[in-house]
């Protein structure tokens, strides 16, 4: 990668990259005014707000809207063509998040790794100016595509005005069947994916920027690993290893599918209990606390998972070239701007260790609001955006349907709309009477049980902006026993694993019931319930790890929704928790494959633990209103002695 900096600059960079390599002991944020920081020209990353706050649309609704669809397509054609050598296109901004591994905009690498900010409480908000950074080019091409316009142009250029990126909602219950939408395949003619584009003067075909990112050329230094350093464009699901591979839309879209049930409860589930902003945003391990191991970032590596399945997508160092990727991480952006809109108050502890190192944090050191967010400038002068300064989406022009001009109450209410359906919550029937159909669930009844402990330091999980000790006050039964009228019980496979325990990307698939041997087949199994990521590093590009430091991540695979179901077949009754266990002791399985669904045994991935949680939940009596969930108890009973399963005296 070649970078545009003059003779003089470029011997400033130099000079004060061993200036920075003496002084790094001290943490980034307090050489904000050092020499590391000034500089002649870096690019100042505004957003929008001089054009206005406008909402950023969900990609299938900005496809209603003709100018502004037509612009984005023509606009991210035109980015992705631009130079690789331009600081500005599409290869280098995308080149920030992972290879090649080299500065951008003058901030020097410390190791060799990307800047992105994994399993480090930074992530929700590292990716809020990335993504403006993104949306920012993206719009100053759309307004040139719209001034070019010869027929319809004054409709186009009002167009271009409130243009903002779209993102994809692959939580969403699926719209005409799908959840992957059919524009990221488009019209495929064995060679090239293509788009039709109704435009002013008739329809037109173009190249469609959707599915893929071209490299020109492919560089074998910025992309050195195989077989990324031999396939000439991004792909996903890839049929092969070679250099004629090509991408499998459709596996990749029934595996979306498949899984949308899974991710969409878990967003649900840490909006309802997952308060705490280090707890919901990333995916380190905190041991001990059953309650906390979901979060926004591992629900976000389901997805990369999913759709790169040993392509681009699926791996840290080479995400970002997908064009998928900036609609994914563009929902993660509103799916935190929705806990924000209805956890307004809570924010960032004061002080936090990452076990993750990136490009220029260390494994081990401190961060917090006001850690710079390195390599992006909120001017030309150097000065770094913070979690702080970036901590609301309208500093950088934007808002989003759920969070424009939000309450506590108009937030739960929208994401109860959207999702409550396919989620596998409850309301009360007042509420339902008054405002919607019921949705599938049961009261739950049981008694005590010996394969079971309960965490009695865990506090209920509150309501929206609650302390945990108002939240104790709620009423929620946290026993076994018998349940009263609007209470059910949730129960959730948790899962914690060394994120490097195969040296690269790998799923742990969730069965509730017989399945295919054949690994190849597991995303596809009707009895899977969910396929958790592990989102990765390539294997020699892992400098940033501490091998000193734990790097287990953790995530969640909810199984209420497939036990309800289960339990409407005759085949469970849910009001016995014993019964419920010695179903789930019988038919909950679990295996591990490599994005290349090579099957891996249990047994030989490092830290696997596998486990089962309830929590008793107190129905919702409003639609703007979220259950009151307890303390989670621990079914250890249910994998103990299973390769990879939770036994009794292990920590949960």
């Given at each position: 990668m070649v970078f545009q900096f003059g003779l003089?600059?470029?011997?400033?960079?130099?000079?004060?990259?061993?200036?920075?390599?003496?002084?790094?002991?001290v943490p980034l944020q307090d050489q904000q005014d050092s020499q590391f920081s000034r500089r002649a020209s870096t690019l100042a990353i505004t957003g929008l707000k001089s054009s206005g706050t406008h909402q950023r649309l969900e990609i299938r609704q900005?496809?209603?809207?003709?100018?502004?669809?037509?612009?984005?397509?023509?606009?991210?054609?035109?980015?992705?063509?631009?130079?690789?050598?331009?600081?500005?296109?599409?290869y280098q901004v995308s080149g920030i998040h992972g290879r090649p591994f080299v500065p951008w905009d003058g901030v020097q690498l410390q190791q060799s790794a990307g800047y992105c900010t994994h399993e480090i409480v930074l992530f929700p908000t590292w990716h809020r100016p990335y993504l403006a950074l993104y949306?920012?080019?993206?719009?100053?091409?759309?307004?040139?595509?719209?001034?070019?316009?010869?027929?319809?142009?004054?409709?186009?250029?009002?167009?271009?005005?409130?243009?903002?990126?779209?993102?994809?909602?692959?939580?969403?219950?699926?719209?005409?069947?799908?959840?992957?939408?059919?524009?990221?395949?488009?019209?495929?003619?064995?060679?090239?994916?293509?788009?039709?584009?109704?435009?002013?003067?008739?329809?037109t075909r173009i190249v469609n920027p959707l599915y893929a990112f071209k490299f020109h050329p492919l560089s074998a230094s910025d992309l050195p690993n195989n077989p990324f350093d031999i396939w000439k464009s991004t792909l996903r699901y890839p049929s092969s290893k070679t250099a004629s591979a090509t991408s499998r839309n459709d596996a990749v879209a029934a595996q979306i599918l498949q899984s949308q049930p899974s991710y969409s409860q878990r967003f649900m589930n840490i909006l309802q209990v997952y308060w705490k902003f280090e707890h919901f945003g990333n995916e380190g391990w905190i041991p001990n606390s059953p309650g906390t191991y979901d979060s926004l970032e591992s629900i976000?590596?389901?997805?990369?998972?999913?759709?790169?399945?040993?392509?681009?997508?699926?791996?840290?160092?080479?995400?970002?070239?997908?064009?998928?990727?900036?609609?994914?991480?563009?929902?993660?952006?509103?799916?935190?701007?929705?806990?924000?809109?209805?956890?307004?108050?809570?924010?960032?502890?004061?002080?936090?260790?990452?076990?993750?190192?990136?490009?220029?944090?260390?494994?081990?050191?401190?961060?917090?609001?006001?850690?710079?967010?390195?390599?992006?400038?909120?001017?030309?002068?150097?000065?770094?955006?913070?979690?702080?300064?970036?901590?609301?989406?309208?500093?950088?022009?934007?808002?989003?349907?759920?969070t424009d001009g939000a309450t506590v109450s108009s937030a739960k209410a929208a994401v109860n709309k959207l999702y409550g359906p396919s989620s596998g919550k409850k309301i009360t029937k007042r509420a339902m009477q008054a405002t919607a159909p019921d949705s599938s669930s049961s009261s739950s009844s049981s008694s005590s049980s010996a394969g079971t402990t309960t965490n009695k330091g865990l506090a209920a999980?509150?309501?929206?902006?609650?302390?945990?000790?108002?939240?104790?006050?709620?009423?929620?039964?946290?026993?076994?026993?018998?349940?009263?009228?609007?209470?059910?019980?949730?129960?959730?496979?948790?899962?914690?694993?060394?994120?490097?325990?195969?040296?690269?990307?790998?799923?742990?698939?969730?069965?509730?019931?017989?399945?295919?041997?054949?690994?190849?087949?597991?995303?596809?199994?009707?009895?899977?319930?969910?396929?958790?990521?592990?989102?990765?590093?390539?294997?020699?590009?892992?400098?940033?790890?501490?091998?000193?430091?734990?790097?287990?991540?953790?995530?969640?695979?909810?199984?209420?929704?497939?036990?309800?179901?289960?339990?409407?077949?005759?085949?469970?009754?849910?009001?016995?928790?014993?019964?419920?266990?010695?179903?789930?002791?019988?038919?909950?399985?679990?295996?591990?494959?490599?994005?290349?669904?090579?099957?891996?045994?249990?047994?030989?991935?490092?830290?696997?633990?596998?486990?089962?949680?309830?929590?008793?939940?107190?129905e919702a009596e409003a639609l703007d209103e979220f259950p009151t969930w307890g303390e989670f108890t621990v079914h250890p009973g249910i994998t103990e002695g299973r390769d990879g399963g939770l036994c009794a005296g292990d920590d949960s």
């Amino acid at each position: 990668m070649v970078f545009q900096f003059g003779l003089h600059s470029t011997l400033f960079f130099l000079l004060t990259s061993v200036i920075a390599s003496i002084v790094y002991g001290v943490p980034l944020q307090d050489q904000q005014d050092s020499q590391f920081s000034r500089r002649a020209s870096t690019l100042a990353i505004t957003g929008l707000k001089s054009s206005g706050t406008h909402q950023r649309l969900e990609i299938r609704q900005l496809q209603k809207n003709t100018p502004q669809w037509n612009l984005f397509l023509l606009a991210l054609n035109r980015f992705q063509g631009m130079s690789q050598s331009d600081r500005s296109s599409y290869y280098q901004v995308s080149g920030i998040h992972g290879r090649p591994f080299v500065p951008w905009d003058g901030v020097q690498l410390q190791q060799s790794a990307g800047y992105c900010t994994h399993e480090i409480v930074l992530f929700p908000t590292w990716h809020r100016p990335y993504l403006a950074l993104y949306e920012q080019i993206l719009y100053g091409i759309v307004q040139e595509v719209a001034n070019e316009m010869t027929q319809d142009k004054s409709t186009y250029v009002a167009a271009a005005k409130t243009f903002r990126m779209p993102y994809w909602d692959w939580a969403a219950p699926a719209q005409g069947g799908q959840v992957y939408p059919s524009f990221f395949k488009g019209t495929w003619t064995g060679t090239q994916s293509y788009l039709d584009l109704s435009l002013p003067n008739g329809t037109t075909r173009i190249v469609n920027p959707l599915y893929a990112f071209k490299f020109h050329p492919l560089s074998a230094s910025d992309l050195p690993n195989n077989p990324f350093d031999i396939w000439k464009s991004t792909l996903r699901y890839p049929s092969s290893k070679t250099a004629s591979a090509t991408s499998r839309n459709d596996a990749v879209a029934a595996q979306i599918l498949q899984s949308q049930p899974s991710y969409s409860q878990r967003f649900m589930n840490i909006l309802q209990v997952y308060w705490k902003f280090e707890h919901f945003g990333n995916e380190g391990w905190i041991p001990n606390s059953p309650g906390t191991y979901d979060s926004l970032e591992s629900i976000h590596d389901q997805i990369h998972g999913l759709v790169g399945n040993g392509g681009h997508m699926a791996i840290i160092d080479y995400s970002a070239f997908d064009p998928i990727f900036w609609l994914h991480h563009a929902n993660v952006d509103r799916l935190f701007a929705i806990w924000q809109a209805i956890y307004p108050n809570n924010w960032m502890p004061a002080k936090n260790q990452i076990k993750y190192g990136t490009a220029v944090l260390k494994a081990g050191q401190n961060v917090d609001t006001n850690t710079p967010l390195a390599p992006f400038h909120k001017d030309t002068s150097g000065t770094f955006w913070t979690s702080s300064s970036a901590r609301y989406t309208t500093t950088f022009g934007y808002t989003y349907p759920e969070t424009d001009g939000a309450t506590v109450s108009s937030a739960k209410a929208a994401v109860n709309k959207l999702y409550g359906p396919s989620s596998g919550k409850k309301i009360t029937k007042r509420a339902m009477q008054a405002t919607a159909p019921d949705s599938s669930s049961s009261s739950s009844s049981s008694s005590s049980s010996a394969g079971t402990t309960t965490n009695k330091g865990l506090a209920a999980a509150v309501a929206a902006g609650v302390a945990p000790a108002a939240a104790a006050s709620a009423n929620v039964a946290t026993t076994l026993q018998a349940l009263a009228p609007g209470y059910y019980r949730e129960w959730i496979t948790n899962i914690r694993v060394e994120k490097m325990a195969l040296q690269t990307a790998f799923f742990i698939h969730i069965f509730l019931g017989d399945f295919n041997p054949d690994p190849a087949c597991w995303s596809f199994e009707p009895n899977l319930v969910g396929s958790h990521a592990v989102f990765t590093p390539f294997t020699n590009a892992s400098a940033a790890l501490d091998s000193a430091l734990s790097s287990i991540v953790t995530g969640t695979i909810p199984l209420t929704r497939t036990l309800q179901a289960q339990a409407d077949a005759g085949q469970v009754d849910l009001e016995d928790c014993e019964a419920v266990e010695g179903y789930l002791r019988r038919n909950l399985h679990w295996r591990v494959t490599r994005m290349d669904d090579t099957y891996v045994p249990s047994a030989e991935v490092q830290d696997l633990k596998v486990s089962v949680v309830s929590s008793v939940v107190k129905e919702a009596e409003a639609l703007d209103e979220f259950p009151t969930w307890g303390e989670f108890t621990v079914h250890p009973g249910i994998t103990e002695g299973r390769d990879g399963g939770l036994c009794a005296g292990d920590d949960s």
